[in-house]
């Protein structure tokens, strides 16, 4: 378990390819303000929006998500962590005016970047009009 990348996994590098292509600028790796240790994959600083790419083992994907049959239940409750932490930072972010989107490492790319490019209209709207 300890070789699973933290960053830079397949699903992630292909948003980021087609985000960079669409000429946007994002950060990648990011600390989350007022949450220490965590982190969000992409980032878009200005108009506050945080995207995640979670892994379906690591964040108990509903459709995916598998437990390890030895040391059951300390997985069963490492994983049950992981995903209370990703609730509790999406409220946290969201109390602070940002957006998040989660994305499923299984889920279609292309679908994801158009959520991701709606979200980023969305506030260019609301920066415009406000």
Known sequence: M??????DTVPEMVIRKALSAAGLRYRVDYPLPGLPRRR???????????????????HKCPEHATFPKTNAE?????????????????IILTTNGWEVIRVWEHEDIGYAITGILEALARSKDQESSG
């Open 2 to 7: 300890a070789k699973q990348a933290i960053r």
């Open 40 to 58: 969000a994959d992409i980032v878009f600083t200005r108009q506050h929006l945080a995207v995640f790419v979670d892994g379906c083992f690591w």
């Open 74 to 90: 300390w997985w069963r409750q490492k994983l049950q962590r992981n995903w209370d932490r990703d609730r509790e930072t999406d």
